[in-house]
């Protein structure tokens, strides 16, 4: 798996830049610690919806690369 993958990456059927989908947590009150987000995923608006079989492949097998 290649978890370094830049911001700027093109999708491998289209080549068009991904979107970067983020997670977050809100802050609690109860707790002193801060809100934290990740990455949880890329797509291809274009790709995933006309050909996502194709397109889910494709991403493994450049994640897992």
């Known amino acids: 798996?290649?978890?370094?993958?830049?911001?700027?990456?093109?999708c491998p059927l289209c080549r068009r830049p991904l979107r970067i989908e983020y997670?977050?947590?809100?802050?609690?009150?109860?707790?002193?610690?801060p809100a934290r987000s990740w990455?949880?995923?890329?797509?291809?608006?274009?790709?995933?919806?006309?050909?996502p079989q194709q397109f889910w492949d494709a991403m493994r097998a450049l994640y897992e690369s």
């Open 39 to 51: 990455i949880t995923g890329r797509r291809c608006s274009s790709c995933e919806a006309t050909r």
């Open 23 to 33: 997670g977050h947590t809100q802050r609690s009150a109860q707790q002193d610690h």
């Open 1 to 10: 798996m290649n978890p370094n993958l830049a911001h700027d990456d093109l």
